[in-house]
């Protein structure tokens, strides 16, 4: 059994100490966990999503419990970036946290402004594109429902100049045509899944169960971590050399590593916190044990080592921003260190606006012919504004 375990990591341009992050949305918008949990200790805290302006998200109830999960129905309440900035912040900065701040918008100008705001915040390593939000320009539509619409949120949000972070849906019948979108549009890092579109009524009293009503919720916790394993695996085969953050059930640290086995390079705990505010620290721990126990090493050995994938990952690529170390996962050789230090935010690219990454093949899917006779016509689109399902 291995006594020392090389837990740094790097997420795109990012490095980190471990790949270990908080989730958007189930940490607060500062230090709230820092009662439970020494944030410095973590890979990154991601908070909650912020606008550019103050949001006062959904009606109550915003949550339920449900088998493996729980659904939720937000709809992205917060203080605006200029609050956070001031009021947040600082509580972050003061415990030496390195901060993702996530955020949203209702129009690509919404994001260039949010993102704008964020130049240069203190401790800030990376901006999350959360695109689960209606798009004020294409009749309420979700961003993320759209890669066009992703596109356009992330070539906006380039405005911040720090390295960014796609946050996408998995309720899209191709996440990998989306996220080829996105990274063409200057994300360098894609952070995969959202939560799902759900629903659960009171039959007794024959209501909704959340406040939103006929919109619903997201669904979260171990019942999605499937679907986060897939959507990070498939965008694993299709994008080789880009960051890649797991994020759905991830409770423990075996959980951890199956997300990073898919193909994932860090992994976010999101409903794990409500039952426990520890539950970062302990999927890090349980992560490390892990890999002592079963004589890895360097915990990047773990990133798409799953056997019989269809792309060789380790070392997959010579000019990748984001290396993982070459030979058998399994492999003894010491890994050299990073040569940033973790506090300090690297040094910014000049942000892509136009397609300038070779996309590779695409992925192979199995053609399955549909037995499902013809769609009627769609209905029409929700009203602008009007809160949907994956709105955290
Ligand atoms: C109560 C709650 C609020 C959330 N708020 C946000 C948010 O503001 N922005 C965001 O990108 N995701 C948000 N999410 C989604 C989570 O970050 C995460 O993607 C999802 O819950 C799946 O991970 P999990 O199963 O570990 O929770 C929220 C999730 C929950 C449960």
Known sequence: MRTVVDMRTHVGSVPLPNPVLTASGTAGHGAELGSYVDLAALGAV??????VLPWPGNPAPRVHETPAGMLNSVGLQGPGVGAWLAHELPALNDRGTRVVASIWGRSAEEYAQAAGMLAGAPGVVAVEVNVSCPNLEDRGRMFAHSAHATALAVAASTASGLPLWVKLSPNVPDIVDIAGAALDAGAETLVLVNTVLGMAI?????????GSAAAGGGLSGPAIRPVAVRAVHDC????PDVGIVGVGGVCRGVDAVEMMLAGADAVEVGTATFRDPRAPARVLAGLRRWCRLHDVGDVRHLVGAVQGAPMALAGADPGSASPRPSGSPHEAAPTPPPTATWSTPPPVPPAATGPQRPRPGPVTRPEVPSRIPPMPPPPPRRRPGTP????G
């Open 46 to 51: 991601v908070v909650k999503s912020l606008s």
């Open 202 to 210: 009171d039959v007794r009293r024959r209501t909704y169960r959340l």
């Open 236 to 239: 694993r085969v299709a994008f």
């Open 388 to 391: 949907e399902g994956d709105l």
